[in-house]
C-alpha cells in the first residue's frame, strides 16, 4: 500500500525557518517525482516545489524561489522542503505528493497519482 506521510509542520513567527519532510513508502516500482504543494483556505491548490528521484532536478514555483529548498534522500525513499525567510502567506496546509510514471507539466496536482495527508503550516506573529 502506497503511503505518504508528511511531518515537520507548525507555528512560526515570519522570517523563521521551519522544514518539512515527506516519508515515501509500499511503492512496488521506484516512483519518477515527488512535489510538494500546499492550499491556504479558499484558495486553489499550488505547486510548490518537485524533485525527480533518477537525477534530482528540481522546480520550485516563482514565489518561493530562494526562501525554498527541496531535497531527497533515495536510500531512506525521503523527500524534505526547507522553507527560509518565510511569510504570512506562506500559510497553508503543505501536501506531499508523487508521480508514478512522469509528468508533463510538474505544478499541475492532476498530474500525481498519490497524495499524503497534509501538514500545516502557520506562519503568524
Known amino acids: 500500500q502506497v503511503q505518504l506521510v508528511e511531518s515537520g509542520g507548525g507555528l512560526v513567527q515570519p522570517g523563521g525557518s521551519l522544514r518539512l519532510s515527506c516519508a515515501a513508502s509500499?511503492?512496488?516500482?521506484?516512483?519518477?517525482?515527488i512535489g510538494w504543494f500546499r492550499q491556504a483556505p479558499g484558495k486553489e491548490r499550488e505547486g510548490v516545489s518537485c524533485?525527480?528521484?533518477?537525477?534530482?532536478?528540481?522546480y520550485l514555483a516563482d514565489s518561493v524561489k530562494g526562501r525554498f529548498t527541496i531535497s531527497r534522500d533515495n536510500a531512506k525513499n525521503m523527500v524534505y522542503l526547507q522553507m527560509n525567510s518565510l511569510k504570512p502567506e506562506d500559510t497553508a496546509v503543505y501536501y506531499c505528493?508523487?508521480?508514478?510514471?512522469?509528468?508533463?507539466?510538474?505544478?499541475?496536482?492532476?498530474?500525481?497519482?498519490?497524495w499524503g495527508q497534509g501538514t500545516q503550516v502557520t506562519v503568524s506573529s
Open positions: 505528493a508523487a508521480v508514478i510514471n512522469r509528468f508533463n507539466i510538474w505544478y499541475l496536482w492532476r498530474e500525481y497519482d498519490c
Open positions: 509500499g511503492f512496488t516500482s521506484e516512483y519518477y517525482a
Open positions: 524533485i525527480r528521484r533518477s537525477d534530482g532536478s528540481t
